[in-house]
C-alpha cells in the first residue's frame, strides 16, 4: 500500500441513557405507536406519519413498573410520572413497526413534558411552542394537540421545528440539519420516533419542518400504548445542524500526458548509518521531482517495522501553484545490475502536493541485499522511476 513519511510532511455521543425499565419478559411488547410508510419521511409540512389503532390481543399483560421517571438533570421540562393504569386494564399490543426506533437514551437537546393533555386539547390553543437553543442556534418546537388542521392533520399529533430569530443572521443565510422528533413510552421507559437521515435546509423562505400526521390521537390517548398516561405525556427533539467547512476542488486531465524516467545511483546502501538517502530536484515537465530511499525502511513513530526498505517520490511544492496536486501514475524500479537480469518495481496513481507518495514496504531487506538477486553490487543500488502527470487538482 502506498504511504506517505513524516519527515516530507505527511497526512495531516454522549450517550446519556436511562438505566430504567429495559425490555423484558415481564412487560408486554411494543404497541403499534406510528406506523411509517415510505413517502412519510419528512417530504414537507404536508408529510406525516400514519399510525394505526391498537389492536389488543384478549389476555392481559404482566403488571409494568410501579412508576416511570424522567433523569433529574436534564431541565425543568422533565417530571416523574406515577403509576400507569392497574395491569388488568393494559393488554398488550402489536411490536413496534420496522421503520420505527426505540431507546433509552434521552433527546439531545430538548425535552417538554404536558401535564392534563385533555384540557389543552380543549382549549382555544391551536398549537403549543416551546423554544430552545441547539447547535448554536435558536428553535421554536410546535405541537397541535388535535393536529394542524390547515393541512389536512385533523386527529393527528402535528409537530413541528422551526428556526428562529434569524434576523440576526447574515444575508442569505442557510442552515442544513438532521433532527428528529420523539414520543415517550411510559410504560417500556423508551423513546420511541423515526430516525430520518435526510439533511433539511432551513432558509429565509423556508424556516420550517415538521410532520402532519405523526401519531394519530386514537393510538396517542389508549393508555395501553403508554403515550400517555394519567393525562400526561412527553416529547423530544434533536438538532444536529450541519457545518459545511468542506472546499471544492476542481480536477483537470492533461492530455496526451508525458512518462518521465529520472533514476539514480545510491551508494554504500548496506553500510551506511545514514536514516536516508535523498536526491537534488530533477526538472522534468513543468515540475521539480526527486527521489527519497530509506535503505532500513522509514520507520514511523510507534510503528516500526523490520526488514524493509522504503522507497518514495517527491515533489517540489515551489513548482506547484496554491493548494493544488497532481494527479500522478508512477512506476518505481530496483534495477537488477547483473545482466539480463530481472528488475523489481512497484506502481501507483495518487494525488502528489506536499505529501510524498511511494511504498514504505517496497521490498524486504533480505531480498534487497541478496547478492543472486543483483540489487546490490559494490554496496551500490540504482532505483528508476517512471512519473506520468495525468492530471491538475486545484482548490476554487
Not at 413496534?96 to 404536558?114: C, G, Q, T, V, Y
Not at 437521515?197 to 423562505?205: G, L, P, S, Y
Request: net charge negative.
Amino acid at each position: 500500500m502506498a504511504s506517505s513519511p513524516s519527515s516530507l510532511n505527511a497526512q495531516n455521543s454522549n450517550k446519556n441513557t436511562e438505566s430504567g425499565a429495559s425490555s423484558s419478559p415481564s412487560l408486554p411488547p411494543l404497541p403499534p405507536n406510528i406506523l411509517l410508510s415510505p413517502e412519510d419521511h419528512f417530504q414537507d409540512d404536508d408529510s406525516g406519519f400514519q399510525t394505526a389503532p391498537s389492536s389488543p390481543p384478549p389476555e392481559p399483560a404482566s403488571p409494568p413498573p410501579n412508576s416511570t421517571t424522567f433523569p433529574a438533570d436534564v431541565s425543568e421540562s422533565l417530571f416523574q410520572i406515577s403509576s400507569p393504569p392497574p395491569p388488568q386494564t393494559i393488554t398488550p399490543s402489536a411490536p413496534l413497526p420496522a421503520a420505527l426506533h426505540e431507546r433509552d437514551a434521552l433527546p439531545s437537546h430538548h425535552l417538554l413534558k404536558i401535564k392534563s393533555f385533555s384540557t389543552l386539547s380543549k382549549s382555544p390553543i391551536e398549537k403549543f411552542i416551546n423554544d430552545f437553543e441547539a447547535g448554536g442556534y435558536k428553535w421554536n418546537f410546535s405541537i397541535y394537540p388535535t393536529g394542524d388542521k390547515s393541512k389536512d392533520g385533523e386527529n393527528y399529533l402535528s409537530v413541528y421545528l422551526e428556526i428562529v430569530e434569524t434576523s440576526t443572521l447574515p444575508a442569505g443565510w442557510e442552515v442544513n440539519a438532521l433532527f428528529n422528533f420523539f414520543i415517550f413510552d411510559h410504560i417500556r421507559d423508551k423513546y420511541v420516533g423515526p430516525q430520518d437521515a435526510t439533511v433539511k435546509r432551513f432558509h429565509f423562505m423556508k424556516t420550517q419542518w415538521g410532520v402532519v400526521k405523526f401519531i394519530d390521537l386514537e393510538t396517542f390517548k389508549n393508555p395501553c400504548n403508554g403515550y400517555l398516561v394519567n393525562d400526561t405525556c412527553g416529547f423530544g427533539v434533536e438538532v444536529f445542524v450541519v457545518k459545511t467547512t468542506s472546499k471544492a476542488q476542481c480536477f483537470s486531465l492533461i492530455n496526451n500526458p508525458v512518462t518521465y524516467r529520472p533514476g539514480s545511483i545510491f551508494s554504500n546502501v548496506t553500510q551506511t548509518t545514514a536514516k536516508r538517502y535523498v536526491t537534488a530536484f530533477s526538472v522534468f515537465g513543468d515540475y521539480k521531482w526527486r527521489i527519497i530511499f530509506y535503505p532500513k525502511g522509514y520507520q514511523e513513530e510507534g510503528n516500526k517495522i523490520n526488514n524493509i526498505i522504503s522507497i518514495y517520490l517527491d515533489v517540489d511544492a515551489s513548482t506547484l501553484s496554491a493548494d493544488s496536486k497532481l494527479l500522478v501514475h508512477y512506476t518505481i524500479g530496483m534495477e537488477n545490475q547483473k545482466k539480463n537480469g530481472k528488475h523489481f518495481e512497484r506502481s501507483d496513481t495518487n494525488t502528489i502536493g506536499s505529501i510524498a507518495r511511494g511504498f514504505r514496504e517496497f521490498m524486504s531487506e533480505t531480498n534487497f541485499k541478496d547478492p543472486e538477486n543483483g540489487f546490490v553490487v559494490d554496496d551500490k543500488c540504482s532505483i528508476s522511476v517512471e512519473i506520468e502527470v495525468l492530471g491538475i487538482v486545484t482548490l476554487e
